[in-house]
Structures are given as structure tokens and as C-alpha cells.
């Protein structure tokens, strides 16, 4: 056994990953690491699993989940109940991202501070990792739920949570498809 030599395994928040000796967080039943190049985690396989099965995605984004699937890179999701809100003041260009319930981030943009301002729900994040040739060896995506019924699109009401997710997962992996990393605009997510 040897250490485990990316520290992106580190999550401050898991004194778990802390040990550098642990095998798949000491959680053999739900995780697994073969060759460090699947998925992360079974919850994610499950997601991804399920995602292929969807009918509400398109073609092109149950291509873009078997690619993630086979590629080297290790894709984690986590699903996050809390809602990501971006709220760009008045007269400036800088998105500031609350994070919490709907209803706590409601409350936010009633206050002075957020009057005029520009609000947009943000359905997910990726954070991805590169090495030293620029091609991405890791992303961790987090799905922000509760913006599924913050959501003002209306074609997004209409699909169940769960499709909500899939949907999310698929616009996230665009930017590591092919193992590199795609700006916003790339992926056609930029306003």
C-alpha cells in the first residue's frame, strides 16, 4: 500500500480523507478505485447510470456522460439540497455566489443591499484539475438542487428533480469533455 499522491482526495470538510492511507475513505461498500479511472464514487456511477436511462436528455448529452465514463479522468457529483444563487450588484460585473436553502437566499435578495441587482440560479459547479500538459485528471461537480424550484425557466418545471440532475450532471461534463477544460461560453452556458 502507498500513500495516495493527489491531494486533490483532500476535503477539509472529512477529516477521513485527511489519512493518506485510506482506501476509498475506509468505505470499500460505496466507493472503489480500481485504477483511479472511473468514477469516483458509486453514488456518482448510480447518478451517471441513470442518467443514460433518462429520456429527457438529448443524444449529445448521454454521449457526453459515456465519454466522462470512459475517460481517465476521476469524475465525483455530489448533490447539494442547499440552492447557488449569483447576485451581481447594481452597475458592477462581478458575481457573488450565496449558497443556502431557496428560502434563506429569497430572504437575501429582498434586502437593500440586493435591490437592482442582477439574480441567477447557478443548477451546478465543477471544479476541475489539470496537470502539468493541461489535460484534466480529475472534476468534482456539485448539483445545486434546491434551484430546481428557484428555477424561472419553464421548461425546467417541467421535468421531475431527479431529471433536473441528469441534465445538470450532462451540462456540467461539458466543460471536461475530452479531458480538457471548456470556459462558460464554450459549452453555450454564458448569458
Request: hydrophobic share 25%; charged share 30%.
Amino acid at each position: 500500500m502507498a500513500v495516495d499522491p493527489s491531494s486533490k482526495s483532500i476535503d477539509p470538510e472529512n477529516p477521513q480523507s485527511w489519512n493518506r492511507y485510506a482506501y476509498v475513505m475506509n468505505n470499500p461498500m460505496r466507493y472503489n478505485d480500481p485504477d483511479g479511472k472511473k468514477w469516483k464514487d458509486k453514488a456518482t456511477e448510480d447518478l451517471a447510470n441513470a442518467a443514460l436511462k433518462d429520456p429527457t436528455l438529448s443524444r449529445k448529452e448521454r454521449k457526453r456522460i459515456e465519454k466522462a465514463a470512459k475517460s481517465e479522468a476521476v469524475i465525483g457529483a455530489k448533490q447539494s439540497d442547499k440552492a447557488r444563487i449569483e447576485i451581481t450588484p447594481k452597475g458592477s460585473t462581478d458575481d457573488r455566489p450565496s449558497v443556502g436553502s431557496v428560502t434563506e437566499i429569497k430572504g437575501q435578495i429582498k434586502t437593500e443591499e440586493a435591490k437592482g441587482s442582477t439574480v441567477k440560479a447557478t443548477d451546478g459547479s465543477i471544479t476541475p484539475e489539470v496537470d502539468s500538459t493541461g489535460k484534466v485528471t480529475s472534476a468534482d461537480i456539485t448539483i445545486y438542487g434546491g434551484n430546481y424550484s428557484f428555477s424561472e425557466n419553464g421548461s425546467e418545471s417541467q421535468r421531475t428533480e431527479e431529471q433536473f440532475s441528469h441534465h445538470v450532471l450532462a451540462a456540467e461534463l461539458c466543460h471536461v469533455e475530452d479531458d480538457k477544460v471548456h470556459s462558460e461560453k464554450e459549452c453555450g452556458h454564458a448569458d
